[in-house]
């Protein structure tokens, strides 16, 4: 599967442990970044969709 579609729908997985107070906004971003570079996604996200 394109690494861009999976990389979005770990983004809205993060969002949904931020909003239940699983995790910081600023894990979710380190979590989100790292994971960018793994996965190898290229997609250009606001950062305001934390």
Known sequence: MNANINYVGTLNLLRQLVAAGAITIAE???????????????????????
């Open 28 to 50: 979710s971003k380190k979590i989100a970044r790292h994971i960018a570079i793994k996965t190898g996604a290229n997609i250009v996200v606001p950062d305001t969709c934390f």
